[in-house]
């Protein structure tokens, strides 16, 4: 048996008590670097946050016209606010000891510099703080972050030895949109009806109507209005593209006019405010595309193109049908008319030389219920009953981008043709025309006319210049050009016919030159007729409005003074 020397004896269970103690100090250095972990990803966080919030907040400073210093830093606090929740960062947050301040500055060489008007600032500081509460040890961490961003400058970019422009981008598309406030007898039933609304009608008089026609109210002011009502529209951008309640800029209108002293016309506008739908949403870009920027606001808006153009976008591409009481022919006892707009503008972004657009936008429908007197030779007083559906399709046009000008005098140029326009009538099938003698049905007469229309003055040459007649900036037009249009020629359709006689001794071409002179006598008096009220829709042919969007140009580009060469870039 072997003794076991004693030393040895005195050193069992050493290990275990070196391996406790070692473990003790691991799950300190695991406990710490957890906390410190935690600590550096909200140290990053908030950085995120801050980079995130200032650059938002640099894109307000201009938003606020006319500026006042203490509307425009707490803009500024509200947008760096939402920006900071939208990025998961919740303000306010006790709990985790969030904050976030904004102070307008400047930025130059590398340093920041508070201004003491933020009218004047040019650049944005954003500092985020949050808290990191260890989980392992005692006591907490207060830790803050912050971004500046500047705004870019672009005054003196000059497009220096440009002698070519590579390609353009422009837009086409229908002037079918602005009824007029001339003719209250039309507007009233039509803007009912395009507004859908649960029910209710409108008996605005001529008066009414020029009332609203002839006012106006400013962008600004129906701002303020549509704040009021909880509208998110707090910067002119929001304003042109926060979509809202047609009922809800209706009702801001009739406030805004009511707050101008403008009682009447505040009421007539607030009679409308029961027949729109409440789902119906638009945007104020959609009614007024040229306006953008800070100085949109003071804008003044016609009111009557407020109330119109709004029960329009709300009718969207349904047919608007015009109501019988608006016209009155001889031979006519009823007019089933209604007009659709069919093809939205068309766009392209960037295109070679030349490159072509095409837009047909309407279809015009009208039913004449016709009972007239017809001179038929050998045949006593002759009348003429039935339906004679007429379809007018087309009212676009044909536009080529030619050429793009760069150097001392940028643009774009673009030819324009106006398309041709198709009128088709006819006697529905097994629906003939009736003409009777004295009451007895003596022939039926089956007529149909078919017709292309065109502008004999195409093609139309149009300019557009850099900068003033392009987009001010994203998502606003820029002003547009009208090219074409002309009224609808209904007394031009030459009618054939094929007559079937029933009556004894009766000559048939002698009942279908009595038709056909008949015909073409009612559809020049419906021609004077209709026409005013067609214009009171708006309605006028082989035309369109165009838009210039951008021009790329290939040289160089003078910015602040340094001239850079540079490869094809885009001008817009």
């Known amino acids: 048996m072997t003794d076991v020397p004693k030393t040895a004896e005195r050193e069992h269970g050493s290990i275990m008590i070196m391996a406790a103690a070692a473990a003790v100090v691991m799950i300190l250095a695991a406990a710490l670097a957890v906390d410190i972990g935690r600590q550096a990803l909200d140290k990053r966080n908030d950085r995120r ?40 960062y919740k303000l306010p947050d006790t709990a985790d000891g969030h904050s976030l301040s904004v102070v307008a500055g400047t930025f130059s060489n590398g340093t920041f510099a508070p201004v003491a008007d933020a009218c004047t600032a040019t650049a944005v500081q954003v500092t985020v703080g949050s808290t990191t509460v260890y989980q392992f ?42 009824l007029s406030v001339s003719s209250a007898g039309v507007l009233n039933p039509i803007v009912e009806k395009m507004l859908g609304g649960p029910g209710g009608t409108v008996n605005l008089t001529a008066v009414s109507w020029q009332g609203i026609g002839n006012s106006t109210v400013t962008l600004q002011e129906l701002q303020t209005e549509l704040l009021n009502l909880g509208a998110d529209v707090g910067t002119p951008d ?45 945007t104020i870009g959609s009614l007024f595309p040229n306006q953008g920027g800070s100085a949109a606001l003071t804008v003044p808006v016609n009111v009557g193109d407020v109330v119109v153009g709004s029960a329009e976008i709300a009718n969207g ?17 009823n007019l089933a008319m209604s007009l659709q707009v069919v093809q939205a503008p068309v766009e392209v972004a960037s ?28 045949v006593p007083a002759a009348n003429m009953t039935g339906t004679l559906p007429t379809t007018v399709q087309g009212a676009g046009a044909d536009a080529t981008e030619t050429a793009g000008r760069c150097a001392s005098n940028p643009g774009l140029d673009v030819s324009v043709t106006p398309r041709p326009y198709n009128m088709t009538s006819a006697t529905p099938a097994g629906q003939p025309l009736s003409v009777t003698s004295l009451g007895v049905a003596v022939a039926t ?79 020049t008096n419906l021609d004077h007729t209709v026409q005013p009220v067609l ?10 409005d165009v838009w210039a969007m951008q021009v790329t140009c290939a040289g160089q580009i003078v910015t602040n003074g340094v001239t850079i060469s540079l490869p094809p870039v885009l001008v817009k």
Request: with cysteine; hydrophobic share 40%.
């Open 445 to 523: 007469v089956a007529a149909s006319a078919s017709q292309t229309f065109t502008d004999t003055g195409a093609p139309h040459a149009i300019t557009f210049g850099y900068p003033t007649q392009f987009p001010p900036s994203q998502n606003v037009l820029g002003p547009s050009q009208r090219v074409g249009s002309t009224d609808i020629g209904f007394g031009a359709l030459n009618y054939s016919t094929t007559v079937n006689v029933t009556g004894f001794g009766v000559n048939g071409n002698a009942v279908a030159t009595g038709t056909i002179n008949a015909l073409q006598t009612i559809w």
């Open 317 to 333: 591409n349904n047919a608007v049908n015009v109501p019988n009481a608006a016209v009155s022919v001889p031979g006519v006892t």
């Open 49 to 88: 946050v801050a980079d995130l919030a200032s650059l938002d907040t640099v894109r307000a400073l201009d938003d606020v016209n006319p500026c006042n210093s203490s509307t425009l830093q707490a803009h500024l606090v509200d947008v760096a606010t939402q920006s900071a929740n939208r990025n998961g």
């Open 137 to 178: 040890q005692k006591g907490s961490k207060d830790l803050t972050a912050g971004a500046v961003a500047q705004q870019q400058s672009s005054t003196n970019s000059t497009c220096v030895g440009c002698t070519t422009a590579s390609a353009g981008g422009f837009k086409l598309g229908s002037f079918l949109a602005s």
């Open 351 to 378: 295109k070679p030389f030349p490159y072509t657009l095409s837009t047909s936008q309407l279809t015009l429908s009208m039913t004449p219920t016709i009972n007239a007197p017809v001179t038929v030779a050998g």
């Open 535 to 544: 214009r009171a829709l708006g309605l006028q042919v082989a035309g369109a």
């Open 238 to 282: 929001k304003l042109m593209n926060t979509q809202v309640t047609v009922a809800k800029l209706l009702q801001a209108t009739a406030s805004a006019l009511s707050r101008d002293g403008k009682t009447a016309e505040a009421t007539s506008v607030g009679s409308f405010l029961g027949l729109a739908r409440t789902s119906t949403v638009m």
